[in-house]
């Protein structure tokens, strides 16, 4: 799952192991993302991308 922090393009969140390179960081550890997600939003960290809602049909070609 990718991240991006738009507040601090090279932040480096050392218990958790992230580094933000360009305000990106690739994360695959559940539990790492799920903590990522739980930082204050002053640091600018979002999850980026994902899934889109269930509620929502893929097109079909």
Same mark, same amino acid.
Request: glycine share 10%.
């Given at each position: 799952?990718?991240? &991006?922090? &738009?507040r601090y393009k090279q932040l480096l969140i050392h218990d958790l192991g992230v580094t933000f390179v360009d305000g990106?960081? @690739?994360v695959i550890d559940k539990t &790492?993302? @799920?903590a990522l997600r739980?930082? #204050?939003? @002053?640091?600018g960290v979002?999850?980026?991308?994902?899934? #889109? #809602?269930k509620d929502v049909a893929p097109e079909r070609p």
């Amino acid at each position: 799952m990718k991240f &991006t922090s &738009t507040r601090y393009k090279q932040l480096l969140i050392h218990d958790l192991g992230v580094t933000f390179v360009d305000g990106e960081a @690739e994360v695959i550890d559940k539990t &790492t993302a @799920e903590a990522l997600r739980g930082l #204050p939003s @002053e640091l600018g960290v979002r999850a980026a991308g994902g899934r #889109p #809602p269930k509620d929502v049909a893929p097109e079909r070609p």
